[in-house]
């Protein structure tokens, strides 16, 4: 065999065939497409650690079954260079490898030392967000695992899933849903270990978007449990010492609520009620405030959808929920909304809360709070009654767009501070911004 080899880097279509050496680190299913035809992709590394994806169509997949085997360093000779697939290109490398019957293979060594053993390209779990309008690609991520779901079946054709949450230094709580095989493989040892600060380093996920980005596992997906590779190792590192982000883990492993509400909460952006009127549209935010007054006239009662919660509107005889279904017959429940302000240090501000934030604020019910309105005449005196005045909570707020009507901001979602946190995350802050030098005063780490 020719004893010269090209590196991924030097490789274009417009050689007809090259020689090249390579790590065969990822083997993926043979997929059966339309009219018997196969494809069989898979993902090969150079000496330098440069990917690239690699793919071989139906009699030539007959041709090399069993012949290939993932781990192991081979030799490629006369094998064809073409443009990368655009839908589900499992690494960025614009070019791809096709092998025909033409190539020949050689095995080189079981054990090759200067060959990487790994590739993987991490998107941080922040930057997930910004992959929504890249659908056909899939990403590479990696994360703590702070949160675990129980197994769950789907459907009646034996599917099951399972929510897994992953942390990482950029302070964001990502979903990833796991499907099947990835379950047995994965899923008891998550729910085991869920307090060992497990690592899972996850290949070729896809990022989907429902209520948010979250991800999902795919044909070529791989998942790794503390994979040995120094960034897995820092990474475990900053979360043994990271009391916030231990924090912020620990109080979403306590929620009795969904797990989107949970995430939803968890990764608000912090702002204070002087900041957020200014904060760009479209993000979640967080403020923490002291609730200083329920509008006691403000109260509204309206019938409301029971699935939704929203108000249902009435045309002739049929009840109507714009926000769910209008073909179905609507249930009516009693819903409410109410206006409150609450107070910073800096300033005050107006929400509105409706049904399940009313409950929870005011601790009662939305029928014993319609009873008690009814029947108290002067309705300041219900102030009195309520403990959760000059209580702090925390808001969620989608939007700093004011509803109209009210002139005040609406509320997603209302929980109570969790102080630990909140002092956790300060400090965090203040550490921050002491720890970011200018050049003129370089600050010495005498840590080490
Ligand atoms: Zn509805």
Redesign the pocket.
């Known amino acids: 065999m020719s004893s010269s080899y090209a590196p991924f880097m030097y490789l274009h279509p417009y050689y007809q065939s090259w020689n090249v050496k390579a790590r065969l680190i990822r083997s993926y299913d043979i997929q059966h497409v339309k009219n018997g035809r196969k494809i069989w992709k898979m993902v090969l590394l150079d000496a330098t650690g440069e990917p690239i994806q690699c793919i071989m169509f139906s009699k030539d997949v007959d041709h090399f079954i069993d012949k290939l085997q993932e781990g192991l360093v081979y030799c490629f000779e006369k094998v064809q260079v073409i443009p990368a697939d655009n839908w589900l290109r499992v690494v960025q490398n614009p070019y791809q490898l096709n092998i025909t019957k033409e190539t020949k293979v050689l095995v080189v060594d079981t054990y090759v030392e200067d060959f990487p053993t790994y590739y993987f390209n991490l998107v941080s779990l922040h930057g997930v967000q910004s992959f929504k309008h890249a659908e056909g690609n899939v990403i590479d991520v990696m994360g703590v695992v702070i949160y675990a779901s129980e197994i769950e079946s789907v459907g009646p054709t034996g599917t099951i899933k399972q929510d897994i949450v992953i942390l990482d230094q950029s302070y964001f709580a990502m979903r990833l849903t796991i499907w099947n095989h990835f379950v047995d493989e994965i899923g008891d040892r998550v729910i085991i270990d869920i307090f060992q600060n497990l690592i899972l380093l996850a290949c070729g996920v896809q990022v989907q978007n429902f209520n948010g980005s979250y991800l999902t596992t795919g044909k070529y997906t791989r998942l790794y449990i503390n994979h040995k590779d120094p960034i897995s190792s820092s990474l475990a590192q900053w979360y043994g010492l990271d009391h916030f982000a231990q924090l912020k883990a620990r109080w979403i492993q306590t929620r009795g609520i969904s797990l989107h509400r949970t995430l939803l909460t968890s990764n608000a952006c912090r702002t204070t009620i002087s900041k957020f009127t200014l904060m760009p549209k479209g993000k979640t935010y967080r403020v923490l405030g002291v609730l200083v007054d329920i509008d006691v006239k403000s109260f509204d009662w309206y019938d409301a959808?029971s699935?939704?919660n929203?108000k249902v509107y009435y045309v002739g005889d049929q009840v109507t929920?714009y926000?769910?279904s209008k073909k179905h017959s609507?249930q009516v429940v009693q819903g409410v909304s109410v206006k409150i302000t609450i107070k910073d240090s800096n300033r005050s501000m107006c929400l509105l809360l409706f049904n399940k934030q009313v409950e929870f604020v005011l601790q009662s019910s939305t029928s014993q709070l319609k009873e008690w309105h009814d029947q108290v005449i002067h309705k300041e005196i219900i102030k009195t009654k309520w403990s959760c005045l000059f209580t702090s909570y925390v808001f969620i707020l989608t939007s700093p767009t004011i509803t109209s009507a009210l002139s005040s901001y609406k509320v997603t979602y209302v929980t109570f501070v969790n102080w630990e946190e909140e002092c956790a995350y300060l400090l965090k802050r203040v550490r921050d911004k002491t720890k970011t030098p200018s050049k003129k005063h370089r600050i010495i780490n005498v840590d080490h």
């Open positions: 959808c699935i939704c929203n929920c926000k769910c609507v």
